[in-house]
């Protein structure tokens, strides 16, 4: 456990550092003394607030800053709650970008997960395969930011143990996903690794259905609904930055609940 917490504050004192380096002089104190008004907002991201353009400069900033103070507070042993299967939201809510009837169907027997990027192997899974893996299950709150939260169960592979099978550079920075829809995202390698964040390919006691993501779906309980990415085709270790579809419109990128 020792070695992990400290590690942990190795890595809070390299982003602060990261963030203050990307701050001027006056902008450095003003962060320092905490004084962040709105013109300690202006100085801090080197943006003023005047044009339309500039605000939304601004407000992106201002939401990268953010990021970095979440994975600095990021605790990666601090375990997200989990419920009774009796309170199980039913049935459990659909969201996408879409309607219902737009889901993709994917097919199962020719389905392969691809891998790429920092990993040693680039070997595509398929669901077979993904099954054999060590499972485990775990009935946790998904929050939506549209308003609305819903327990659900979900049941997979530890991203952890799929991460290490496949050789991943655990000291990269991000993990990608790409979707069967348009949809994608990324996270931090710290959630990546955390014990909850599973590689799920059940919902409740029957495969994971359609609406719900069929072939898997990335579920955190350590973050927002947007960052849990269903219908993954292909995913990929990097050390470039990859957004996200509602992260480049503008939602927060760390996004942690
Ligand atoms: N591929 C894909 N994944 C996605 C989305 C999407 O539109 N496409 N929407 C996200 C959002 S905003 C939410 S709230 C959840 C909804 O998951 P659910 O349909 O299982 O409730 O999926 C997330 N993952
Ligand atoms: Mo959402």
């Given amino acids: 456990m020792k070695p992990l917490r400290q590690q942990n504050v190795v890595d809070r004192q390299a982003l602060l550092r990261a963030a203050t380096r990307e701050l001027r002089g006056p902008a450095r104190r003003l ?28 407000l992106r900033k201002v939401s990268r800053l953010n990021d970095l103070a979440q994975a600095a ?11 009774p299967e009796s309170m199980l939201t039913r049935p459990f809510p659909f969201n996408a970008f879409y309607g219902i009837e737009m889901v993709p169907h994917v097919d199962a027997e020719s389905f392969r997960l691809e891998v790429s990027g920092r990993v040693a192997s680039r070997h595509a899974w398929s669901l077979a395969e993904l099954g054999g893996l060590p499972q485990t299950s775990q009935v946790t709150r998904h929050i939506c930011v549209e ?13 952890a143990t799929f991460l290490e099978r496949i050789g991943a550079d655990l000291s990269a920075r991000y993990v990608g996903f790409k979707c069967a829809d348009d949809y994608y995202t990324s996270i931090d390698m710290p959630t990546a690794l955390h014990p909850q ?33 269903k219908h993954i085709m292909a995913l990929y270790v990097t050390n ?9 419109q503008g939602y927060n990128w760390f996004g942690g609940s």
């Fill in 31 to 58: 962060f320092l003394k905490h004084s962040l008004t709105l013109g300690g907002i202006a100085l801090l991201t080197g943006c003023t607030p005047g044009s339309e353009e500039s605000a939304e400069q601004l």
């Fill in 73 to 83: 507070l990021f605790d990666p042993e601090r375990l997200a709650p989990t419920y």
């Fill in 147 to 159: 308003g609305w939260s819903a327990i659900g169960k979900w049941g997979g592979v530890r991203f």
């Fill in 197 to 229: 964040t599973l590689l799920t390919l059940r919902y409740g006691d029957e495969v994971l259905p359609p609406q719900y993501g069929f072939p898997m779906k990335l579920r955190m309980p350590t973050k927002l609904g947007y960052k849990n990415p």
């Fill in 240 to 248: 470039e930055y990859p957004g996200g579809y509602w992260e480049d």
